[in-house]
Protein backbone atom coordinates (compact mmCIF):
# COMPACT_ATOMS: atom_id res chain seq x y z
CA UNK A 1 0.00 0.00 0.00
CA UNK A 2 1.19 3.89 -0.51
CA UNK A 3 1.70 5.32 2.51
CA UNK A 4 3.64 8.32 3.77
CA UNK A 5 5.07 7.63 7.60
CA UNK A 6 5.13 10.70 9.83
CA UNK A 7 6.09 10.64 13.79
CA UNK A 8 3.53 10.45 15.72
CA UNK A 9 4.36 13.16 17.87
CA UNK A 10 6.99 16.18 18.21
CA UNK A 11 7.59 17.74 21.13
CA UNK A 12 9.52 21.31 21.21
CA UNK A 13 9.64 23.99 23.47
CA UNK A 14 8.58 27.80 22.58
CA UNK A 15 11.28 29.27 20.18
CA UNK A 16 13.28 26.40 19.48
CA UNK A 17 12.77 24.85 16.19
CA UNK A 18 10.16 21.33 15.18
CA UNK A 19 11.42 19.48 12.45
CA UNK A 20 8.55 17.03 11.11
CA UNK A 21 9.59 14.01 8.64
CA UNK A 22 7.75 12.30 6.12
CA UNK A 23 8.80 9.12 4.83
CA UNK A 24 8.58 7.07 1.72
CA UNK A 25 10.85 4.93 -0.83
CA UNK A 26 12.21 7.79 -3.24
CA UNK A 27 9.30 10.84 -2.14
CA UNK A 28 12.36 13.00 -3.35
CA UNK A 29 11.01 12.65 -6.86
CA UNK A 30 7.32 13.67 -5.98
CA UNK A 31 6.18 17.30 -5.11
CA UNK A 32 5.51 17.14 -1.15
CA UNK A 33 2.68 19.28 0.52
CA UNK A 34 1.76 20.16 4.38
CA UNK A 35 -1.11 21.22 5.95
CA UNK A 36 -1.52 22.58 9.63
CA UNK A 37 -4.55 21.45 11.12
CA UNK A 38 -5.69 22.94 14.19
CA UNK A 39 -8.46 21.18 16.81
CA UNK A 40 -11.84 21.32 15.67
CA UNK A 41 -10.66 23.43 12.62
CA UNK A 42 -10.18 22.71 8.81
CA UNK A 43 -6.60 21.54 7.70
CA UNK A 44 -4.61 24.88 6.18
CA UNK A 45 -2.26 24.63 3.32
CA UNK A 46 1.53 25.95 4.84
CA UNK A 47 3.63 24.52 2.60
CA UNK A 48 3.65 23.44 -1.53
CA UNK A 49 5.79 22.26 -3.99
CA UNK A 50 8.26 21.15 -1.17
CA UNK A 51 8.99 24.48 0.17
CA UNK A 52 6.95 27.12 -1.45
CA UNK A 53 4.69 28.99 0.96
CA UNK A 54 0.98 30.66 0.40
CA UNK A 55 0.56 34.07 0.90
CA UNK A 56 0.38 34.56 4.85
CA UNK A 57 2.40 31.84 5.87
CA UNK A 58 5.09 32.96 8.51
CA UNK A 59 8.49 32.51 7.32
CA UNK A 60 9.30 30.39 10.04
CA UNK A 61 7.80 27.20 8.20
CA UNK A 62 10.11 25.61 5.74
CA UNK A 63 9.87 22.64 3.79
CA UNK A 64 12.53 20.42 2.02
CA UNK A 65 12.78 17.38 0.32
CA UNK A 66 14.86 14.98 -1.26
CA UNK A 67 15.62 11.22 -1.07
CA UNK A 68 13.54 8.99 0.65
CA UNK A 69 12.68 11.82 3.11
CA UNK A 70 10.17 15.26 3.49
CA UNK A 71 10.54 17.47 6.10
CA UNK A 72 8.46 20.54 7.41
CA UNK A 73 10.43 22.47 9.42
CA UNK A 74 9.08 25.18 11.88
CA UNK A 75 11.72 27.68 13.26
CA UNK A 76 11.05 30.26 16.32
CA UNK A 77 7.98 27.70 17.27
CA UNK A 78 5.57 29.77 18.88
CA UNK A 79 2.24 28.40 21.29
CA UNK A 80 0.10 28.94 18.60
CA UNK A 81 1.72 26.30 15.62
CA UNK A 82 0.68 23.33 18.45
CA UNK A 83 -1.43 21.77 15.91
CA UNK A 84 -1.56 18.49 13.50
CA UNK A 85 0.32 18.22 10.70
CA UNK A 86 0.07 16.23 7.49
CA UNK A 87 2.08 15.92 4.37
CA UNK A 88 0.68 14.90 1.06
CA UNK A 89 1.83 14.15 -2.26
CA UNK A 90 -0.12 13.67 -6.09
CA UNK A 91 0.89 10.55 -7.83
CA UNK A 92 -0.58 10.22 -10.98
CA UNK A 93 0.63 6.99 -11.81
CA UNK A 94 -1.14 5.00 -8.14
CA UNK A 95 -4.46 4.07 -7.83
CA UNK A 96 -4.76 6.35 -5.41
CA UNK A 97 -3.95 9.89 -6.88
CA UNK A 98 -3.40 11.76 -3.63
CA UNK A 99 -2.11 10.54 -0.29
CA UNK A 100 -1.71 12.07 3.19
CA UNK A 101 0.54 11.22 5.69
CA UNK A 102 -0.26 9.62 9.40
CA UNK A 103 0.26 13.00 10.60
CA UNK A 104 2.27 14.82 13.39
CA UNK A 105 0.98 15.88 16.72
CA UNK A 106 3.50 19.15 17.38
CA UNK A 107 2.96 19.88 21.24
CA UNK A 108 4.71 22.90 22.27
CA UNK B 1 -11.90 35.59 -1.08
CA UNK B 2 -12.52 31.72 -1.66
CA UNK B 3 -14.77 30.02 0.73
CA UNK B 4 -16.22 26.72 0.55
CA UNK B 5 -18.79 25.37 3.14
CA UNK B 6 -20.08 21.89 3.29
CA UNK B 7 -23.84 20.80 4.23
CA UNK B 8 -25.31 17.52 4.86
CA UNK B 9 -27.03 15.36 7.21
CA UNK B 10 -25.37 14.81 10.68
CA UNK B 11 -26.87 11.58 10.79
CA UNK B 12 -26.97 8.52 8.32
CA UNK B 13 -28.64 5.00 8.50
CA UNK B 14 -25.89 1.97 7.83
CA UNK B 15 -26.77 0.92 4.16
CA UNK B 16 -28.77 4.69 3.37
CA UNK B 17 -26.75 6.75 0.66
CA UNK B 18 -25.34 9.84 2.14
CA UNK B 19 -25.35 13.16 0.04
CA UNK B 20 -22.87 16.07 0.78
CA UNK B 21 -22.95 19.39 -0.94
CA UNK B 22 -20.39 21.53 -1.37
CA UNK B 23 -21.48 25.43 -2.01
CA UNK B 24 -18.09 27.81 -3.48
CA UNK B 25 -17.81 30.86 -3.82
CA UNK B 26 -14.83 33.29 -4.68
CA UNK B 27 -13.86 31.17 -8.17
CA UNK B 28 -14.93 29.69 -10.93
CA UNK B 29 -15.46 25.53 -11.65
CA UNK B 30 -15.49 26.54 -15.39
CA UNK B 31 -11.85 28.31 -15.01
CA UNK B 32 -9.55 26.14 -16.91
CA UNK B 33 -7.31 24.19 -14.31
CA UNK B 34 -10.05 24.82 -11.34
CA UNK B 35 -10.64 21.44 -9.10
CA UNK B 36 -12.48 20.46 -6.22
CA UNK B 37 -12.22 17.38 -4.36
CA UNK B 38 -13.72 15.83 -1.11
CA UNK B 39 -11.35 14.79 1.43
CA UNK B 40 -12.72 13.06 4.93
CA UNK B 41 -11.44 12.19 7.90
CA UNK B 42 -12.51 9.62 10.53
CA UNK B 43 -12.12 10.88 14.30
CA UNK B 44 -9.40 11.23 15.47
CA UNK B 45 -7.36 9.94 12.61
CA UNK B 46 -5.72 10.87 9.31
CA UNK B 47 -7.09 12.60 5.85
CA UNK B 48 -8.67 10.18 3.02
CA UNK B 49 -8.51 11.65 -0.27
CA UNK B 50 -12.22 11.05 -1.71
CA UNK B 51 -12.87 12.21 -4.98
CA UNK B 52 -12.40 15.15 -7.28
CA UNK B 53 -14.18 17.33 -10.20
CA UNK B 54 -12.67 18.84 -12.56
CA UNK B 55 -13.32 22.29 -14.63
CA UNK B 56 -14.23 20.18 -17.56
CA UNK B 57 -16.20 17.80 -15.65
CA UNK B 58 -13.71 15.21 -15.79
CA UNK B 59 -13.79 12.69 -12.29
CA UNK B 60 -11.39 11.04 -10.75
CA UNK B 61 -11.72 8.47 -7.25
CA UNK B 62 -10.34 7.08 -4.68
CA UNK B 63 -9.93 3.24 -6.13
CA UNK B 64 -10.94 1.96 -2.45
CA UNK B 65 -14.46 3.78 -2.45
CA UNK B 66 -14.80 4.04 -6.45
CA UNK B 67 -17.61 2.05 -7.23
CA UNK B 68 -19.78 3.71 -3.85
CA UNK B 69 -18.95 7.27 -4.84
CA UNK B 70 -20.24 9.96 -7.36
CA UNK B 71 -19.15 13.63 -7.78
CA UNK B 72 -20.71 15.91 -10.22
CA UNK B 73 -21.54 19.72 -10.18
CA UNK B 74 -23.38 22.81 -10.32
CA UNK B 75 -21.77 25.84 -12.19
CA UNK B 76 -25.30 27.66 -11.90
CA UNK B 77 -25.36 27.25 -8.22
CA UNK B 78 -21.70 27.28 -7.80
CA UNK B 79 -22.55 23.35 -6.04
CA UNK B 80 -20.71 20.40 -6.21
CA UNK B 81 -22.53 17.61 -4.24
CA UNK B 82 -20.57 14.01 -3.42
CA UNK B 83 -22.95 10.87 -2.91
CA UNK B 84 -21.45 7.85 -1.16
CA UNK B 85 -23.97 4.76 -0.82
CA UNK B 86 -24.38 1.80 1.35
CA UNK B 87 -23.12 4.14 4.44
CA UNK B 88 -21.60 1.92 6.83
CA UNK B 89 -20.31 2.94 10.63
CA UNK B 90 -16.54 3.17 9.10
CA UNK B 91 -17.64 5.94 7.25
CA UNK B 92 -18.58 8.09 10.30
CA UNK B 93 -16.03 10.84 9.78
CA UNK B 94 -15.86 14.84 9.38
CA UNK B 95 -16.07 15.32 5.67
CA UNK B 96 -14.52 18.35 3.76
CA UNK B 97 -14.41 19.90 0.29
CA UNK B 98 -11.53 21.32 -0.70
CA UNK B 99 -10.70 24.31 -3.79
CA UNK B 100 -7.16 22.51 -6.01
CA UNK B 101 -6.07 25.60 -8.31
CA UNK B 102 -3.25 23.56 -9.00
CA UNK B 103 -3.95 19.84 -9.27
CA UNK B 104 -1.51 18.45 -6.92
CA UNK B 105 -2.44 20.33 -3.61
CA UNK B 106 -5.84 21.52 -1.74
CA UNK B 107 -5.00 25.61 -1.09
CA UNK B 108 -8.28 26.34 0.55
CA UNK B 109 -10.60 24.20 2.24
CA UNK B 110 -14.49 24.00 3.86
CA UNK B 111 -14.92 24.22 7.50
CA UNK B 112 -16.33 20.30 7.22
CA UNK B 113 -19.48 18.61 7.87
CA UNK B 114 -19.46 15.65 10.75
CA UNK B 115 -21.12 12.48 9.35
CA UNK B 116 -21.95 9.91 11.97
CA UNK B 117 -23.22 6.54 10.58
CA UNK B 118 -25.60 4.97 13.32
CA UNK B 119 -28.77 2.63 13.76
Known amino acids: SYVLTQPPSVSVAPGQTARITCERN??????VNWYQQKPGQAPVLVIYYDSDRPSGIPERFSGSNSGNTATLTISTVEAGDEADYYCQVWDSSSDHLYVFGTGTKVTV | QVTLRESGPALVRPTQTLTLTCAYSGFSLNSPGMRVSWIRQPPGKALEWLARIDWDDETFYNTSLKTRLTISKDTTKNHVVLTMNNMDPADTATYYCARMADIRWFDSWGQGTLVTVSS
Open chain 1, 26 to 31: NIGSKS
